[in-house]
């Protein structure tokens, strides 16, 4: 079954720490993988896709096919950063699975 | 262009009651879908649309129907209102691979907060 997993609920990290939000997924094909945010009260947003390899608000995720792994990693968390994030996954198919998402919370 | 709208923001309804939630893209996509938010579930979506004239089922589409007369409106109807669909609903667009799209991020509306007594 096509699955995406993030497996914390909520992290807290403090202000300066590194960040890193865990994403697995299942998949036979090659997919499309997305980060999405949520700021307070505010709609959902993309943060990355795979295929750009960019670093958006100094966020970056990297696809590991050997461990069907897309973390998303900050080297220094900002309190601006608190926020629920989403992994997402788009196959061949345009089927959409997103995780059950994870809240980032940032200690100050 | 005003992205993904939805009306209305907020809405009480009381059970047995129904209501359609509004969606509109001014972006000319053809790929929508609608998602109700709830606290430990994430994202569930409830019925999807890759163009007009084609909709499918989500993982929860019970209680909901949804229809697409054109490319823009994806309204989501509820005939007969539950308790069990209080939840934040948001409805999504982005290029769908059939109409030969190739970037497929999705853009999100503002969300609808309903509440169901």
């Known amino acids: 079954a096509q699955r995406v997993t993030q497996p914390e609920k909520l992290l807290s990290v403090f202000k300066g720490a590194p960040v890193e939000l865990k994403c697995n997924y299942s998949?036979?094909?090659?997919?499309?993988l997305f980060w999405y945010v949520q700021y307070s009260r505010q709609r959902l947003q993309l943060l990355l896709r795979?295929?750009s390899r960019e670093s958006i608000k100094g966020f970056t995720a990297d696809l590991n096919k050997g461990e069907t792994s897309f973390h998303l990693k900050k080297p220094f968390a900002q309190e601006e950063d608190s926020a629920m994030y989403y992994c997402?996954?788009?196959?061949?198919?345009?089927?959409?699975?997103f995780g059950k998402g994870t809240r980032l919370h940032i200690l100050p | 262009n005003a992205g993904v709208t939805q009306t209305p923001k907020f809405h009480i309804l009381k059970t047995g009651q129904s209501m359609t939630l509004q969606c509109a893209q001014d972006?000319?996509?053809?790929?929508l879908s609608w998602y109700r938010q709830d606290p430990g579930m994430g994202l569930r979506r409830i019925h999807y649309?890759?163009?007009?004239?084609?909709?499918d089922k989500g993982e929860v589409p019970d209680g909901y129907n949804v229809s697409r007369s054109n490319t823009e409106d994806f309204p989501l109807r509820l005939e007969s209102a539950a308790p069990s669909q209080t939840s934040v609903y948001f409805c999504?667009?982005?290029?769908?691979?059939?109409?030969?799209?190739?970037?497929?991020?999705?853009?999100f509306g503002p969300g609808t907060r309903l509440t169901v007594t």
């Open positions: 649309s890759v163009a007009a004239g084609i909709t």
């Open positions: 998949y036979s094909g090659s997919p499309e």
């Open positions: 999504a667009s982005s290029y769908s691979r059939l109409a030969g799209g190739t970037t497929y991020e999705q853009y």
């Open positions: 997402a996954l788009r196959n061949r198919d345009d089927k959409i699975i």
């Open positions: 972006m000319n996509h053809g790929y």
């Open positions: 795979h295929i």
